[in-house]
């Protein structure tokens, strides 16, 4: 190899392998030259959605009950390594983890617990606090004095890079390690037409002899726990209330109950009776000496009521009390009104100055105006408290008092004094209470039985002496109008006579010529009745020929008809009786006849007879049924048979002679 030129120049294929060697083993030791610059630089990648946890290796220890180091110490580092690249970490002084972002998803909240920092003080139970830049800023919150333990702050939605070592952060992933519920790490929403009544669990303690915490200002209706408990904010049930909305509310802090919000129907005011507030200061005045009355926001009896519609009064702290603006119906009687206010009512028992017991139904129709309405409460606490302790003691006790200065009959028949007297009475005493009486209704009174049948005894007989002299005097103007209408009927008559002796006359003339009329007319139907009597004789005395002639030859031919047939019947009994005879003989054809009949008379054959052998034959059978015959006498039907006289030719019909 030359040089020429400061340019080396091989002069054969050794020399070049050579040198290919040579910038090969350079190229190689620069890489490695690379790679551990890179390893002794400590180069370290970080993505976007995670953050470098840095863990020291050695260095000068951490002070007592510090977890992360904020002077260089060795262990947890405070800062994070954001994403992209970072040199100055080798990897014999420093460890890197990688660790992903904080998610909290849009409608959810995240708490968070810090592992290091002051203690809490007592009497708190959660970490003040401070600014750190939502806990992304672990050397804020240590050097800010942020507190070891559960947070009063919290992560709304979005994404944090929160170092792991020092805050635990508690999201719907993972509430259950941590016994929550994701529910209880949603934004708290408070229904529409409800109130939330809230009771914090921090703060100091409420004041002896007040129920709930007064409000404070500034914590943005609970959101910002921090500003309450620096307002001074009690811990316990709060006097102010959440409206309707979502709220971000940290679940270790405050709890919230709904309820709905206090209505106050049309025809309504509501009364506040609050439990809390400022001081109690009375401004009724001096001629109202029955009770107290308050402005709005101070305990005791509001002077204002509310009217018809819903407000977001904290129940738990205030009462609420209805009182109807419209006339009130009150019954002492067996029915009770749809308020329910006269429920304990029944009707009134009286005593008469004559010893009777009776009942009567009263209704009281009262009125309480919207301005008289807290004056009302605050004397008597309540409508069914007026209705008991004011109303039923004095209408009862007037009617009882009113009822003893009369009897019992008085009582019925001034009813009408005594309602007017009792509305008197009652008005006067209802506006003392503030209380309009618009009028007292006496309805249905319930007298002695006893006492009432007697009075309807002697009503009765009064009305019937009242109707017999009513009667009586009818029949005598009776009496007096038929012998009127007689008189005038006879009138009538003496002028009938005078027209009826007129129209007989009248009368005769006309019968005169109408019988002169009938005779003639007599004469002339009876000429045509003797004529007409003439024809139908002729007539019938024909009809009566000519029937005689057809009735002659229809019997004759009846009587031919019947001839032949009597012959034709005795012929073939005859011949009947030949062949039979024949047959048998004549003995035992005889027999068989007669046993014939007398079969057909229920007359025994057997055994009353007893027959013997002998030589004749037949003749034994019918010596026996003639024996027979003379013992018992003839039968009655054969003997009392009439015989037939003879007919044609001599042979009797359906028999011939033997």
Known sequence: MQWRGGIPHFRGPQEKGLMDYIVVLAGVALLLGL???????????????????????????????????LEGEA???AELLPPGWHFGYPFWRFKVSRVPVVVVRHGHIALVVANGGTSIPPGCILGREVACDSFQDARAFLEGGGQKGRQLAFLTAGTYRINPALFTVITPENAEVFDMEVEDLEIFSVGPDKVGIVTTLDGRPIPAGDLAGVPVEGHDSFQSAQQFLDAGGCRGLQEQVLLSGSWNLNPWFVQVEQIPMTEVPIGYVGVVVSYVGREHLDVSGDEFTHGDLVERGRKGVWIEPLLPGKHPLNARVMKVELVPTTNIVLNWAQRTEQHKYDEK???ITVRSRDGFSFMLDVSQIIHISMKQAPRVISRVGSMQNLVDHVLQPTVANYFRNSAQQVTVLEFLSARTDRQREAYEAIRGALGAYDVECIDTLVGDIQPPGELMKTQTDRKIAEELQRTYEVQREAQVRRRELERATAVANMQTEVVRSEQMVAISEKGALAAEETAKGEAARTRLHADAEAHGLRQRADAEAHGLRQRAEAESEAKRLHGSAE??????VGEAKAEAYRTGVAALGGQAFTAVQLATVLAQHGVKLVPEIALGQDGGGGQGLLGALMARVLQNGPPQQVLQRPVKPPHGNGVESGHKPA
Request: charged letters at 15%; aromatic letters at 6%; hydrophobic letters at 40%.
């Open 563 to 568: 001839a032949d047939a009597t012959r034709l």
């Open 345 to 347: 009512l029944s009707p």
């Open 35 to 69: 790679g551990l610059a890179y390893v002794l630089s400590g180069v370290q990648v970080i993505g976007e959605d995670e953050s470098g946890l840095i863990i020291k290796k050695y260095g000068a220890p951490l002070p007592p009950g510090r977890l992360v180091a």
């Open 75 to 77: 262990g947890y580092q």
